[in-house]
Nanobody
Framework: QVRLVESGGGLVQGGGSLTLSCAAS????????MGWSRQAPGLQRELVAQ???????NYADSVKGRFTISRDNAKNTVYLQMNSLKPEDTADYYC??????????????WGQGTQVTVSS
């Protein structure tokens, strides 16, 4: 079993910054891609950013130039640095990881989410 735990959410004023962290633990052989998604009230979950094991990144257009995704493979941890935050960034943020476990096929796991609120 694999567990993902997010941290770093909170309340921030518009224009401010937050850094989210997500640590994976459990039966992990290696982790392929990791990512962050978000879901605002009444809306569908949307992909924010992804990063491959070798560091290639992909961002939603709405966050390009403001958010930066990174990872520490030794710590099985992914980060999301969020700058120039806007009220429309308010959402629950979820991390995910594509994990290889010994004796198991590649499987996607999700964290429990962390809330980000940006005031105007």
């Amino acid at each position: 079993q694999v567990r993902l735990v997010e941290s770093g959410g909170g309340l921030v004023q518009g224009g401010g910054s937050l850094t989210l962290s997500c640590a994976a633990s459990g039966s992990i052989f290696s982790i392929n891609a990791m990512g962050w998604s978000r879901q605002a009230p009444g809306l569908q979950r949307e992909l924010v950013a992804q990063i491959t094991r070798d560091g290639r990144t992909n961002y939603a257009d709405s966050v390009k130039g403001r958010f930066t995704i990174s990872r520490d493979n030794a710590k099985n941890t992914v980060y999301l640095q969020m700058n120039s935050l806007k009220p429309e960034d308010t959402a629950d943020y979820y991390c995910n990881a594509l994990v290889y476990s010994v004796g198991s096929p590649l499987k996607n796991y999700w964290g429990q989410g962390t809330q980000v609120t940006v005031s105007s």
